[in-house]
């Protein structure tokens, strides 16, 4: 599984980062950094669940 940003979608909700800090992170400009790209399997539904929060559809997961 890999986390895919589209940067041109991303408003800088935070809604990610407040549920996997791990992660994900938004600086003080609201610009999301992914922290780690490929999760490992026992983080799959937290990272799933991160993911389907964004309210602008800016995340993706590919396996």
Do not use: W
């Amino acid at each position: 599984m890999k986390i895919v940003l589209d940067r041109d979608l991303c408003d800088g909700h935070g809604m990610c980062e407040a549920m996997a800090h791990d992660y994900f992170e938004l600086d003080d400009d609201e610009m999301l950094t992914i922290l780690n790209d490929s999760p490992p399997e026992e983080d799959r539904a937290k990272v799933h669940a991160a993911v389907q929060s964004c309210p602008a559809l800016a995340l993706t997961l590919q396996d």
